[in-house]
C-alpha cells in the first residue's frame, strides 16, 4: 500500500510538473485524429497499383516500378523538409502543424484523384510530400503534452490509434473500389475524411505552447542536429527507425500484385489486396499494448531485439508461399512483432532530449522513417522488377536482420536516457 501510494504521489507530482492537468483529454483526442488521418490514407494503399494502368502505365515491369515510385516519392521529399517543420513546431505551435499538414494532405489527395497521367500523378504526391509530416506533428505534440512519467504509454496508445487506422483504411478503400468501380472515388472520399479531421484539430485540440526566446530557440536547434550527430544512443535509434521503416515498406508496393500472381484476376482483387495489408496492422493492434507494457518491465533494448528477431523470422517464409491463406497468416506474425519497434524507439528519444526541443529532434528522427517510407517501396518495386516479387521478401529479411545486429551493438536504455545533454541547461 505505501508502495502505491509512492507511485501515485510521483504520478501526481510529474502532472503538476508538466504543467497540463488535461493531458489526459488531449491524448484521447489525438489518439482519435490520428486513427482518422491514418485510416484515410491507407485507404490508398492496395488501389495504387491497380490505378496505373487508368494512368497508362501498361507494362507490368513498369507498374512494379512505378508502384514503387509512387510509393516513396512523398516520404523522400518529406525527409528533407522535416527538420524544417519540426523546428517551425517548436517556434509556432505543433497545432498550427496539423492544420498545415491536414489541410495539404487533403487538398493533394483530390488532385491525386483527378491526375490524367502517371506524371501528374507524380507530381501531386511529391508536393504532398512539402507539406506532410502529420505524424511527427502528432507525436511533438503529444510528448509535450504529457508528464514524462506517461511518455511511453502516451506514444504506444497513440500508436494504436495510427494501427487501428492502417488496419481498417485498405479494407475500406478496396471494398469502395469493388463497390464503385472506379479507382479514383477512394482519392476523393480520402481527401474529404482528411479536410474532416482539420476540422477536428481546429476545434477539438488545445495545445498550451510557451515559445522559447527566438535566440535560444535557434541555438536549440542547432544542438539538436548536434546532439543527434554526436550522441551514439540517438544516432542508433535514428537508424533503427529508418531501417525498420525500410524493412516495412520494401513489400507494399508488391503486395497487391503478389497476391494477384496467387488468386488470379478475380472480381474481389482489390479487396483481397486490402486483407493482405491490413492483416499486419491487426496483429499491430494486438501486440502493441502488450509489447509497450513489457518494455517497462525488461526494458525498451530488450523489446527492440524480439520485436526485430521475430520479423527477420516470419518475413522469411514469405518468399516461398503460393497459398494466399498462408501469406495472410505470415503478414499477421510479422505485425505480432513489427507493432511495438516504433512508438518504443519514439519514448527513448522523447526521454533523451528537453520538452521544448522535442519538435526539432522529432522532426529529425521523423525524417529517418520517411527515408525509410521512400527508400523501401523504390527499392522493392525495383527489385520486383528485376529480380522477381519473392526475392523482395528476402530482403527485407535481410534488412530487418541487419537492424537487429545494429540494435544489439549500438542501442542501449541507460545511454538513450542520460547520454544525451538537454539544450536548455537549468
Request: proline share 4%; with cysteine.
Amino acid at each position: 500500500m505505501a508502495e502505491e501510494r509512492t507511485v501515485a504521489a510521483t504520478e501526481a507530482d510529474s502532472e503538476e510538473a508538466a504543467g497540463v492537468p488535461d493531458w489526459r483529454r488531449t491524448l484521447w483526442v489525438m489518439v482519435g485524429i490520428q486513427f482518422i488521418m491514418t485510416m484515410a490514407f491507407s485507404v490508398l494503399s492496395p488501389i495504387m497499383p491497380l490505378f496505373l494502368p487508368e494512368l497508362g502505365v501498361k507494362n507490368p515491369a513498369a507498374i512494379d516500378i512505378w508502384a514503387g515510385i509512387l510509393g516513396g516519392s512523398t516520404s523522400f521529399v518529406a525527409a528533407f523538409v522535416s527538420p524544417l517543420w519540426g523546428r517551425v513546431a517548436d517556434r509556432r505551435g505543433r497545432k498550427l502543424m496539423l492544420l498545415r499538414s491536414s489541410l495539404a494532405i487533403g487538398f493533394f489527395t483530390a488532385l491525386m484523384g483527378a491526375a490524367g497521367d502517371v506524371w501528374q500523378f507524380f507530381a501531386f504526391r511529391a508536393l504532398m510530400g512539402v507539406f506532410a509530416g502529420f505524424s511527427s506533428a502528432a507525436i511533438a505534440l503529444v510528448a509535450s503534452q504529457v508528464p514524462e512519467g506517461r511518455l511511453g504509454y502516451s506514444l504506444g496508445w497513440l500508436s494504436t490509434g495510427q494501427l487501428v487506422g492502417s488496419l481498417v483504411g485498405p479494407i475500406i478503400g478496396g471494398a469502395l473500389a469493388d463497390l464503385t468501380g472506379s479507382y479514383r472515388m477512394p482519392f476523393y472520399c480520402t481527401s474529404a475524411t482528411i479536410l474532416f479531421s482539420a476540422g477536428l484539430v481546429w476545434f477539438a485540440v488545445h495545445e498550451r505552447f510557451s515559445p522559447a526566446p527566438r535566440g535560444r530557440q535557434q541555438r536549440s536547434v542547432l544542438e539538436a542536429l548536434v546532439t543527434l550527430a554526436q550522441s551514439p544512443g540517438l544516432l542508433a535509434l535514428f537508424f533503427v527507425l529508418l531501417m525498420a521503416q525500410f524493412g516495412v515498406r520494401t513489400v507494399q508496393p508488391v503486395v497487391t500484385l503478389y497476391v494477384q500472381d496467387m488468386v488470379g484476376m478475380r472480381p474481389d482483387i482489390a479487396t483481397l489486396s486490402g486483407i493482405a495489408f491490413s492483416i499486419t496492422g491487426l496483429a499491430n493492434v494486438v501486440a502493441a499494448p502488450f509489447l509497450g507494457n513489457r518494455s517497462d518491465v525488461i526494458g525498451y533494448r530488450r523489446v527492440l531485439l524480439i520485436g526485430l528477431l521475430g520479423a527477420t523470422v516470419t518475413t522469411l517464409p514469405q518468399a516461398f508461399t503460393d497459398n494466399y491463406w498462408a501469406f495472410v497468416a505470415e503478414r499477421f506474425g510479422v505485425g505480432l512483432f513489427i507493432g511495438g519497434l516504433v512508438p518504443v524507439a519514439n519514448a527513448l528519444v522523447g526521454r533523451s532530449v528537453a520538452r521544448a526541443d522535442r519538435g526539432a529532434v522529432y522532426g529529425m528522427t521523423s525524417s529517418a522513417m520517411f527515408l525509410g517510407n521512400s527508400l523501401g517501396p523504390v527499392s522493392g518495386g525495383a527489385i520486383a522488377a528485376l529480380l522477381g516479387l519473392r526475392w523482395v521478401f528476402l530482403l527485407t529479411a535481410l534488412v530487418l536482420l541487419v537492424n537487429l545486429v545494429w540494435v544489439y551493438y549500438r542501442v542501449d536504455d541507460r545511454a538513450a536516457v542520460s547520454e544525451v545533454p538537454t539544450s536548455r541547461g537549468s
